[in-house]
Every structure is written in C-alpha cells, then in structure tokens.
C-alpha cells in the first residue's frame, strides 16, 4: 500500500512538475482573477492526471494503444484550443478601456471543467502512467498508486496557482496586468506552436 502510493507520488509530480501551456494557463488565469479561480483550474488538471492514472492502471498498455492512431489529431486539437486561448487573453489585454481581468463568468468550476477537459487533450499523460505502471511488471496498485498521482499532481497545480495570485497581488495597475496578459498570452501561443512541431 505504502509502496504504491509513493510510486503514485513521484509519478504525479513527474507528469505535473514540468511547467507547460496548462501551468502557465493556471498561473495567469490567478494572477487576473483570484486563487479560488486558479485553484479550481489547477485541480482541472489534477483530475486529468488522476484519470489517465486510473486508465493505466486499468488497461494502460490496451488504451495507449487505442489512442496512438488519433494522438495526431489530438495534439492539433490541443494547439487549436491553446492558440484560441491566446487570442482571446490577447484581445482582452488590448481592448479599449478594458481591465484586463477574466469576466464575471469565470468561476472556480467553470476554470475546473474548462482546464480538464483541455489536460484530457494530452494523450501523453496516459501513455507516460501506462509505461511506469508496465515498468512495474503491470502491478499498478490500484487506488494507491491513483490517490499518490492525485496528491502530487493537485499539490504542485495548487502551488502553481498560489504563485499566480501572488504576482497578481504585485501587478495591480492596468498597464501591468495588460502587460502580464499579453506576456501570458504569447507564451501560450508558442507552447501551442511547440505541439505541432
């Protein structure tokens, strides 16, 4: 038990600690709105990765290999929504007599809902779970090894998120949250770029 929640640990921070579109989406999204926002967004995330940790534990090698003929597609649709994602953060920083803050709609739910759904796109956090789990001869274990990755991967998006909030707090006048929008914004359109190449 002991062992496969450690192993479900380090594989959670393994897949969340390398900072890419979906960290700095929870990190600005923070830094413009609020903690609560950010941390529904980052725990998006960490139910993505508790997910697609429950799946390889299940039949990781079977699903990996039922989502490599799509993976492509997936990948192009995961850039589309990032690229859309820029453009919009983008737009807000630039119009006329706008605050650059999210809208009234943004919620800690919607931020959740709106953050899985896009962490589901990355086909290659169930194939990294499916490796470590057939690396340990097929013995995932379970409920364990999916609560370690959920602890881990939730601590670090939450950390993420408190970091946000806390540059936010540091940038309140209107030209520095524009500034940190379009900075967002453009770091998230190259990430998406990235996905293609």
């Known amino acids: 038990m002991i062992g496969s929640l450690w192993s479900g640990i380090v594989a959670g921070y393994g897949v969340a600690v390398p900072v890419g579109a979906i960290g ?26 508790a997910i697609y940790a429950a799946l390889a534990v299940l039949g990781g090698a079977a699903l990996a290999g039922a989502i490599a003929p799509i993976a492509t597609h997936l990948r192009w649709l995961a850039a589309a929504v990032l690229l859309a994602l820029a453009a919009h953060t983008a737009w ?84 520095a949250r524009r500034l940190t929008a379009l900075a967002s914004s453009t770091v998230i359109a190259a990430l998406a770029v990235t996905l293609l190449l």
């Open 24 to 49: 700095i989406l929870i990190a600005g999204l923070s830094a413009r709105t609020s903690f609560k926002v950010g941390a529904g967004a980052g725990l998006g995330a960490a139910t993505a990765d």
């Open 92 to 175: 807000s920083a630039l119009r006329p007599g706008t605050a650059v803050r999210e809208t009234r709609q943004t919620t800690a739910l919607g931020a959740y809902l709106a953050i899985l759904a896009l962490t589901l796109l990355n086909p290659m956090t169930i194939v990294y779970f499916a490796a470590l789990v057939l690396g340990r001869g097929g013995e995932g274990g379970g409920i364990w090894f999916v609560l370690g990755a959920l602890l881990a991967s939730a601590s670090w998006q939450l950390l993420i998120a408190a970091s946000g909030a806390l540059a936010g707090k540091f940038l309140t006048t209107p030209r």
